[in-house]
């Protein structure tokens, strides 16, 4: 607890830090809401011309391609580059520094080595884009389906979080992780800029069980969707992304534990 | 004559240190496959049943549709460089100031080193995905006439984008922190060049937009042209056409190198 009291601090200070330099505050951002303009834009064009994919029309994909940029900018903001410097801090030696630390030292990574603020870019554009996407499809909204979707938000995010931490965690037994850390940030995840139901049933599978990806912005679109997509594997899937989330994480933070028990420092 | 023996040892040199990284390189090979399995798949949805739309540049097929993005995966790392990550090093380091007195030419020496690095992604990359996404998806096979002008077009778009990254490089001398600006570039360009939507599919107002950028000769002509969307004449106008580009980028580089080059002096290096 009194870990978790000190990162606050920390964040604190960074942000003071930060707000210093207003213009490199605000283009960080800046740059991250213009980058996704442009995706949005790609999809806009695309749907614009063929009007459907598999059944789902414009404002169906912005739903499903909002909620894993929403997710991944709210779980980023805190663990992304942090965990993306955990390589070269094992590789310089610097990471022994965190592990003498009297503080968690996930938290003491997290708070010390926090220096962007870019995905508040995501942030505000996805909350840009649910409330169009809101305003277009005909959702009926209740209390139970709001209180979802903030849990599907947070589930989703904690298997962002899950993915980068489990994938930079790699690099307290292989110095040189990065390569495979790209490709499963990187390259997996554009498989879900559309819905899975278009891919053959390996790739269905990967993204649901293994890498499971699917359960970020396919299952619960389908949710808010009324089913869209037809079931794949089980219906109960749509319901099941805060406790994937959680499930991962703790796995996640297991893999990290006995990455950290584990770890040999480098020496230098 | 001894210059250009020089510019071909940058060449060298830059396709060695690729090969230092062979593991990498293996990763790569793994991301573009993923990415063109994925991209595959959503066109196949896209086009649905019927297998073919009409665009502005006629119907438009799911087989050419496979083979655009067949053959925009793979030229990606040809006309994809690092430049900018070369000329930012370089003025941060200072060694910038070592070019300088060299009797070589910044430029040229950058351009030996991307063509360079350009074959190693030719037979490493390029050849390895082509062969495995035409054996897994099928490709239509251009015409003679149609290969030759695209491999034509292909190169002025090579050097359309490096003059393109040249260009934003050198503003590094004058303004130290250009990632905001190079990235702004770089989304502009991944939306103007087709790397992922060909330009055909594009509301008329948009495409309009796109004639006026050089973003579009990158990826987009060329591919056209291979696809045989337009005749002969019209290739040859787009040719014509990415050459101006090239004058204008040329122009625009040198005096941005210039500028730059004086400012630099006045920091002292």
Redesign the interface.
Known sequence: MGSLRLYWKFLGVFLKSKMEYRF?FY??I??NF??YV?TY??IW??L???QV??GWELWDIMLLYNLNLFSYGLGSLFFFVPLQELESMVHNGSFDGILIRPMNPLLHLLASRQRYVGFLGHIILGTIIFILCFARLEIEWSFVKVLYLLSVLVGASFIHIAIILFTCSISLWLV?SM??R??II???R??M??PIS???TV?QVILTFIIPYAFINFYPAQYFLGGKGGTLFHPILQYLTPAVGLFLFTLAYKFWQVGINHYESTGS | MKRVRIYIEYAKNAFKERFAFRTNYLFRIGGRLLFLFAQVYIWRALMGANGQVSTSVGTVTLQDMVTYIIVSTTVATLIGNNVIDVIDARVRSGEIAMYLIRPMNFRNMLFSSTMGANLFNFLFILLPVLIFGVIAFGFMTPSPANAALFILALINGIVISFFINYAIGLLGFLYMSIWHFRRFIGDLMSLFSGSLIPLWFFPGWLAKVSEFLPFPMTFYIPIQILLGKSDVLDCMLLIGRQLLWIVVLYGVAKLLWQGSVKRLVIQGG
């Open positions: 490199a283009s960080e800046f740059i213009f980058s442009v834009a790609g064009i695309i614009n011309k063929f994919i598999n040189q390569a495979i790209d490709i990187y390259d997996t554009r498989f800029d559309y278009i891919y053959g790739i």
